[in-house]
C-alpha cells in the first residue's frame, strides 16, 4: 500500500511564493521519477515539473526560472518551490510517483492535490 499526502497549498498574492510537499509512504521499493502536475476547471492536467532517482530535472516552458522541484531520498519526499506565482498558476497541483514496489514492476500513483490560489 503506497499513499502520497500533498501539503503546502494555500492563497497567496501575485509574485509570492509557496512550498509544496508530497511525501510518499508504504512498502516502496525504490522511486524510479516523482513529479508535479496541475489542473485547472475546464483544462488537461499538465504536467508542471519531475524528477527521475538520478536527479534530471524537467520543467514546463511556463513555470522554467520560477519553479524548482527538489527531493528528499531519506523521506520519500518530493518538494515544488514556486517563485514569483501569477494568477495563471491557479490550480489543483498533483503529486505523482513512479514506484518500484517489487522485483520487476513498477506502479504510478496519484496523490489528492491541493490547492493553489494566487489572486490579490
Known amino acids: 500500500q503506497v499513499q502520497l499526502v500533498e501539503s503546502g497549498g494555500g492563497l497567496v498574492q501575485p509574485g509570492g511564493s509557496l512550498r509544496l510537499s508530497c511525501a510518499a509512504s508504504?512498502?516502496?521499493?525504490?522511486?524510479?521519477?516523482m513529479a508535479w502536475y496541475r489542473q485547472t476547471p475546464g483544462k488537461q492536467r499538465e504536467l508542471v515539473a519531475a524528477?527521475?532517482?538520478?536527479?534530471?530535472?524537467n520543467y514546463a516552458d511556463s513555470v522554467k526560472g520560477r519553479f524548482t522541484i527538489s527531493r528528499d531520498n531519506a523521506k520519500n519526499t518530493v518538494y515544488l518551490q514556486m517563485n514569483s506565482l501569477k494568477p495563471e498558476d491557479t490550480a489543483v497541483y498533483y503529486c505523482?510517483?513512479?514506484?518500484?514496489?517489487?522485483?520487476?514492476?513498477?506502479?504510478?500513483?496519484w496523490g489528492q492535490g491541493t490547492q493553489v490560489t494566487v489572486s490579490s
Open positions: 524528477i527521475t532517482r538520478g536527479g534530471t530535472t
Open positions: 508504504g512498502s516502496i521499493f525504490s522511486i524510479y521519477a
Open positions: 505523482n510517483g513512479v514506484f518500484r514496489i517489487d522485483s520487476d514492476s513498477y506502479n504510478n500513483y
